[in-house]
Nanobody, 115 residues
Framework: QVRLVESGGGLVQAGGSLRLSCAASGSIFRINAMRWHRQAPGKQRELVASITSGGRTNYADSVKGRFTISRDTVENTVYLQMNSLKPEDTAVYYC?????????WGQGTQVTVSS
């Protein structure tokens, strides 16, 4: 069983920064990629950023230049550094770990950006 523990969400003013963390533990075998998704009220869940086992990153256009995804391969932890936050970044952020056999989702952490 794989467990994902997310942290770092909260309330911040527009223009501020937050850093999300997601630590994966348990029977993890061959992580192919780690991702962050988000879902705002009344909207569909969307991919924010991803990082492969080789370190290749990908970002949604709406966060390029503001968000940075990184990972610690030893600790099986993925981070999302969010700078220059905007009210439209308000959402529940979900950590996703994609392994060779299945994909795991975290419980989500709330990020609220006030104007």
């Amino acid at each position: 069983q794989v467990r994902l523990v997310e942290s770092g969400g909260g309330l911040v003013q527009a223009g501020g920064s937050l850093r999300l963390s997601c630590a994966a533990s348990g029977s993890i075998f061959r992580i192919n990629a780690m991702r962050w998704h988000r879902q705002a009220p009344g909207k569909q869940r969307e991919l924010v950023a991803s990082i492969t086992s080789g370190g290749r990153t990908n970002y949604a256009d709406s966060v390029k230049g503001r968000f940075t995804i990184s990972r610690d391969t030893v600790e099986n932890t993925v981070y999302l550094q969010m700078n220059s936050l905007k009210p439209e970044d308000t959402a529940v952020y979900y950590c996703v770990v994609e392994t060779a056999f299945r994909t795991y989702w975290g419980q989500g952490t709330q990020v609220t950006v006030s104007s």
